[in-house]
């Protein structure tokens, strides 16, 4: 069964540190994949996504994802966090029109 | 241009009942999908619709229904209201690629 694993509930990271958030996907083929941010009350921004072509990603916000196919993963990365960046995180995949996502790593950060 | 917007924004509903939310999404887009949101079981897709037609369905029960009109409007409708249903619902809407933008979400509350 396809599925999305965030093997993180809960980070926290001090500001001004790098962060990287987990995400790995069980599929048979290179699926579209996706980084959402979510802030309290909020609905969901794509900050990066992967269809195909380099495998390092740039987003917005100062992100960058690495998709890396050996180990089935597409991890999240900042290399200095501020605090406005105190949200959910979800890695989702996009297979026939329909977006599984991951169940989440909700981001601290200490100041 | 304009984002997804979705109303209402908050509801409260008693069980039993049934509810209408709707969604309007970005100008030119022809692709609506639902997903729901709680604590629990995290993000997951209900329906996803394309000039006007259910393209794509996730695992709820039939309770769960929605229609998109011919302006690409979408609305979803839940009846006989379970407390489970408390919810927040996100409608996303996508173009030409295959990413989706989302609203800010319904936050429904069935007590």
């Known amino acids: 069964a396809q599925s999305v694993t965030q093997p993180d509930i809960h980070i926290t990271v001090s500001e001004g540190a790098s962060l990287e958030l987990r995400c790995n996907y069980s599929?048979?083929?290179?699926?579209?994949l996706f980084w959402y941010v979510q802030s309290p009350g909020q609905g969901l921004q794509l900050l990066l996504k992967y269809f195909s072509g380099d495998t390092l990603v740039q987003g917005i916000k100062g992100f960058e994802a690495e998709f890396k196919r050996s180990q089935s993963s597409f991890n999240l990365r900042k290399p200095s966090v501020h605090w406005s960046d105190a949200a959910e995180y979800f890695c989702a995949v996009d297979r026939d029109d329909k977006i599984i996502f991951g169940k989440g790593t909700r981001l601290h950060i200490l100041p | 241009k304009a984002g997804v917007t979705q109303t209402p924004r908050y509801l409260i509903k008693t069980r039993g009942q049934q509810v209408t939310l709707s969604c309007s999404p970005i100008s030119g887009h022809r692709s609506v999908s639902w997903y729901q949101q709680t604590p629990g079981q995290g993000l997951q897709f209900l329906f996803e619709?394309?000039?006007?037609?259910?393209?794509n369905k996730g695992n709820f029960p039939g309770r769960f229904s929605g229609r998109q009109f011919s302006n690409s409007r979408s609305e979803m409708n839940v009846s006989t209201l379970e407390l489970g249903d408390s919810a927040l619902y996100l409608c996303a809407s996508s173009g030409e690629g295959y990413e989706q933008f989302f609203g800010p979400g319904t936050r429904l509350t069935v007590l």
């Open positions: 619709y394309f000039s006007e037609t259910q393209r």
């Open positions: 599929y048979g083929a290179t699926p579209y």
